[in-house]
Structure formats: structure tokens, C-alpha cells
């Protein structure tokens, strides 16, 4: 018997994300809505809602759903931001932001995902997403700054690019390590001008590959 896909997103948010402590009931609400199956393979669709990464092909994963929970919530986002994200990868974390209102602008380096997403995140019509082909390691300049950023690779340091496009005040979530599928999610804030980090703990990511990345 197949189950209904929302009864299994509820299922999904209620024991793997809000019972590990993601308490944004924005961040809940998107999840909820955001069909996670139809960002996988369809062979993998009945693994959509496991407690787990996937593959989605060309070496690149869909996080574990409580990752891209407790990532949406450090970011604290508002309806209306801009937010920036590296890495779109299947668009899951894209169409999450863009359930809570944000403005998205996500850039992904690998060209068939980039092609696949793309026509994915219009055919569902998330009109507040927009899709770049590129090396996100330096970001989107000339559609910055922007009010959050999220990077869903690991690379050795933080790209003083990102930085930079970083509105003030201004979050940034984004794991940091010099050993690779090894690196601490790091929490990035800046205000008046002061740039702080704070480590949120370990966590493992595919690489982030660019002129700032490995």
C-alpha cells in the first residue's frame, strides 16, 4: 500500500526535524509543503522521506532532511530577503526558502543539474527562485548584497566573497573544514560592520568546488 506523500512529509518533519529541535514553525510549515519525492530519482522516490542524504547523480547528495531544517532555521529568514545559495543541487533546500517567502537566487556549478533543476523548480512554479549556471565560491555580485546566504558544501575556509556580498546585518550558514566530508557547520553573522563565526557542530557535505573552494 503506498502512503499519501503528505502523510509521510508530516511524518518526515514531526520525528526527524521538530523532534531534534528545529522549532521555526516557518521552516516546519515550508517542509511540510515541499514534496521532497519529486527531488529524487524516481526509483529513490520511496527513500524520499528516510532519515538520510541521497544521491541525485553527478557525485552530489539531497541533505538529510533535519540538516535542511535546522540550516533553514539558523538563518532566521524573513519573508521578502534576498537569500543566496550555493549549491542547488536537486532545488530541495531552494524550494524550501522559497516556501518561506524569501527570494532566492541559487547558483549550481554542475550543468545537468543545473538543466534538470531548473526546468523542475519552473514546471512547479517557484517563480521566486532564480537558477545560475556558475562557480558559486564567488557568488552573485551583481545581485547582491544579500540579506542571508547559504552555502550546502564544504569547503577548506569561508570565501571572502560570500562575505563580502553579505548584507549588514546580515546571517550566513555554511560548513567550514580543511578535511574534506569532515567540516563544522558554521554560523556566520555580520552587524555594524563585525563579521563573528560560531560553530554549530559537526556535520559531513560534498565538496565546494571553486577558485575559493577545493
Not at 36 to 65: C, K, M, W
Not at 123 to 132: G, S
Request: contains cysteine; aromatic residues 6%; hydrophobic residues 40%.
Amino acid at each position: 500500500m503506498r502512503i499519501d506523500p503528505k502523510i509521510r512529509r508530516d511524518k518526515m518533519v514531526k520525528e526527524q526535524v521538530e523532534a531534534r529541535g528545529v522549532r521555526d514553525k516557518a521552516v516546519l510549515a515550508a517542509m511540510k509543503k515541499v514534496p521532497r519525492h519529486l527531488f529524487v530519482e524516481e526509483a529513490l522516490s520511496p527513500r524520499a522521506y528516510n532519515d538520510s542524504p541521497l544521491p541525485i547523480g553527478e557525485g552530489q547528495t539531497i541533505s538529510q532532511p533535519f540538516i535542511v531544517g535546522f540550516m533553514s532555521e539558523l538563518l532566521q529568514v524573513s519573508p521578502g530577503q534576498k537569500v543566496l545559495e550555493i549549491g542547488t543541487g536537486s532545488g530541495y533546500q531552494a524550494a524550501v526558502l522559497a516556501e518561506m517567502g524569501a527570494e532566492v537566487y541559487t547558483i549550481e556549478r554542475i550543468k545537468k543539474l543545473f538543466m534538470a533543476t531548473r526546468k523542475l523548480l519552473f514546471e512547479m512554479r517557484y517563480f521566486n527562485i532564480r537558477v545560475k549556471l556558475d562557480d558559486g565560491t564567488t557568488g552573485w555580485p551583481d545581485e547582491g548584497p544579500y540579506d542571508r546566504i547559504i552555502v550546502t558544501a564544504g569547503g577548506p575556509e569561508i570565501p571572502q566573497s560570500l562575505v563580502d556580498q553579505l548584507a549588514d546585518p546580515g546571517r550566513m550558514v555554511i560548513p567550514v573544514g580543511h578535511e574534506r566530508r569532515r567540516q563544522r557547520l558554521m554560523l556566520v553573522t555580520k552587524e555594524e560592520g563585525k563579521v563573528v563565526e560560531e560553530d554549530m557542530g559537526g556535520c559531513a557535505f560534498v565538496d565546494l568546488v571553486g577558485k575559493q573552494g577545493w
